[in-house]
């Protein structure tokens, strides 16, 4: 049975790529870049040792998110963060996938892979959008299909734990159902 914890324990998983790749396969029909594995064009995922359609645990996890303003009134007008090493957050498009941002910008930070700085994105989210939080402290997982409006460029030097300064482009966006 799909409850909202073992959904929520399964998001942290490398599965949840099945999930990505459905939705972007459901919107635009090219998922290339969400394989989970290679040749895997699986229709179920694995959640605690039972499989699941994926498009039963896509409408589950759908049913379960409320709107921002009713999940946590103390987000609405809150910056959160995101953080990006490949993707270009900079251009505004509809993020087909579920996306995932944090009120700590160090944990934003910790998902930059890249030695000489990334993408930060500053967001802030329309109180309208669906959201979970995910059970780690500060992050909340949005609804899929969202417009990500990319406002503007900037930079930003991040000083870290060990003191060292890191730079990093910087966009700011605001998310809309």
């Excluded at 039972?50 to 998110?65: A, Q, R, S």
């Excluded at 009134?73 to 251009?91: A, Q, T």
């Excluded at 944990?107 to 892979?113: E, H, L, R, W, Y």
């Excluded at 930060?120 to 329309?126: A, E, G, H, Q």
Aim: include cysteine.
């Amino acid at each position: 049975m799909l409850t909202r914890e073992n959904v929520l324990q399964f998001w942290r998983s490398e599965e949840y790529k099945k999930l990505s790749r459905k939705l972007i396969q459901r919107y635009s029909g090219d998922s290339k870049g969400y394989k989970y594995a290679e040749g895997d064009d699986s229709l179920t995922v694995n959640i605690e040792g039972h499989n699941f359609y994926i498009d039963e645990v896509i409408e589950f996890l759908d049913d379960i998110m409320i709107p921002l303003s009713a999940s946590s009134p103390e987000y609405v007008d809150k910056i959160f963060y995101r953080g990006d090493s490949f993707l270009n957050p900079g251009i505004s498009c509809k993020k087909e996938n579920y996306i995932s941002v944090s009120s700590e910008i160090e944990d934003a930070i910790q998902f930059i892979n890249d030695s000489q700085g990334g993408t930060l994105s500053f967001v802030k989210i329309d109180s309208s959008v669906k959201c979970i939080k995910t059970g780690v402290e500060g992050e909340i997982l949005l609804q899929h299909g969202c417009l990500w409006e990319a406002q503007n460029e900037s930079n930003y030097i991040h000083t870290d734990f060990h003191g060292n300064k890191i730079g990093y482009r910087t966009i700011n966006v605001v998310i809309h159902p």
